[in-house]
C-alpha cells in the first residue's frame, strides 16, 4: 500500500467520482484507476462503486476509510517536518476558525505573521465546531481555533478567555443598567446568534442552559454583524462576543452581564507530538498575539 493509493481513493470519495480526483491529484483517469484497483488488490476488498452517476464507499471501504486518512494524514505531517528541517522557516499550515476569529483576528494574525515568517504559507478554512473538529481528526487542516467543553478531547494551545456582553439599541431601557441580568435577557425580544443555519453558538447556548435562560427569540442570525445590525435598527437584543463588538459601540450599547459569562479560546490540534516547527511557530505567535488582544 502507498502513499499514492491513499490519496486517490479519499479524493475519488470527497470528489464524487475518479475524473475529478484525477484531475486533481494530477493523474490521468487510468492512472487513478490503477491506483484505487491495486489498493483493492492488497486489502482484499472491493472499496468504491464506480458509476456513472459518481463514486462511493462499499462497507467495507468505509470501515477502512478512517485508517486511510489516519495514514495519508501522518505521511503529510512527516513530509512537512523534512520539509522544515530542510529548509528551516518554510512550509504550509492548514488553519480552521470560527466566524469571530476569521473576521476580527485573522487577518491581523496572518498579516503580521508573515511578516515574521515570510516563508510559511497559510491556508486558512471557516467552518462550524463540528466541522472544524471533523476536519482536524480526518487531518484536513493541520490546527483549528475552538472553544473547548470541560471534557474537550483534544490537545491544545491556550489563548485566553473572552468576555459575553449584552448589546442593545442605543436608548434602550437596559442601557441604564451597569449590568444586565438573566431576567433581563428574557424580558425583550432576542436576536439568536446561530452557528450555521440553525444551531445556536455552543458557548451562549452553554451559558443560558447554566443560568436557565430561556430568551424570546424574534430572530435568528448566522452572521455577527448582521445581529448588531438588527440590534442597531430596534429589532431586539442579543449577546456576543467582546471581540466582535469592540468597533461597533457607536452602534448599539454594550453592557457586562450580571452573571459569569465568558468563552474559552484555544488552538486545537490532533497530536502535539506530530506538529512541524511551521506550525509550533504559529501557535507560539497566535498566543503571543492574543495575549496583547486580552489584556488590551
Request: some cysteine; aromatic content about 10%; proline content about 5%.
Amino acid at each position: 500500500m502507498s502513499y499514492s493509493q491513499f490519496s486517490a481513493i479519499i479524493a475519488a470519495v470527497e470528489l464524487g467520482n475518479l475524473s475529478r480526483a484525477a484531475q486533481s491529484l494530477g493523474y490521468t483517469q487510468s492512472g487513478i484507476t490503477q491506483l484505487i484497483d491495486k489498493l483493492e488488490s492488497d486489502c482484499g476488498y472491493k472499496l468504491i462503486v464506480r458509476e456513472k452517476k459518481g463514486a462511493y464507499l462499499t462497507a467495507e471501504g468505509q470501515q477502512l476509510m478512517p485508517y486511510f486518512r489516519e495514514i495519508k494524514s501522518s505521511y503529510d505531517s512527516l513530509y512537512r517536518q523534512v520539509e522544515d528541517m530542510q529548509r528551516l522557516e518554510t512550509g504550509l499550515i492548514r488553519i480552521g476558525s470560527f466566524n469571530t476569529i476569521s473576521v476580527m483576528c485573522l487577518p491581523q494574525i496572518l498579516s503580521e505573521f508573515r511578516e515574521r515568517y515570510p516563508g510559511i504559507r497559510i491556508e486558512p478554512r471557516d467552518g462550524t465546531t463540528e466541522e472544524l473538529r471533523t476536519w482536524l481528526l480526518n487531518g484536513d487542516i493541520d490546527l483549528t481555533f475552538d472553544c473547548p467543553s470541560p471534557d474537550y478531547p483534544l490537545p491544545y494551545y491556550d489563548l485566553g478567555f473572552e468576555e459575553m456582553l449584552a448589546i442593545m439599541p442605543i436608548g434602550h431601557p437596559l442601557q441604564k443598567k451597569k449590568k444586565v441580568t438573566a431576567d433581563d435577557l428574557m424580558s425583550y425580544p432576542f436576536i439568536k446568534l446561530n452557528e450555521g443555519s440553525i444551531n445556536q453558538v455552543p458557548e451562549i447556548s452553554e451559558i443560558f442552559d447554566e443560568y436557565h435562560i430561556t430568551p424570546d427569540v424574534a430572530y435568528s442570525e448566522s452572521n455577527d454583524f448582521a445581529v448588531i445590525n438588527m440590534v442597531q435598527h430596534g429589532l431586539g437584543i442579543s449577546v456576543l462576543p467582546q471581540m466582535i463588538l469592540n468597533d461597533v459601540k457607536d452602534k448599539v450599547s454594550v453592557r457586562p452581564l450580571a452573571f459569569p459569562a465568558r468563552r474559552h479560546i484555544v488552538l486545537a490540534v490532533k497530536n502535539k507530538n506530530l506538529l512541524t516547527k511551521s506550525i509550533l511557530n504559529f501557535a507560539d505567535f497566535t498566543r503571543e498575539w492574543m495575549s496583547r488582544i486580552m489584556s488590551d
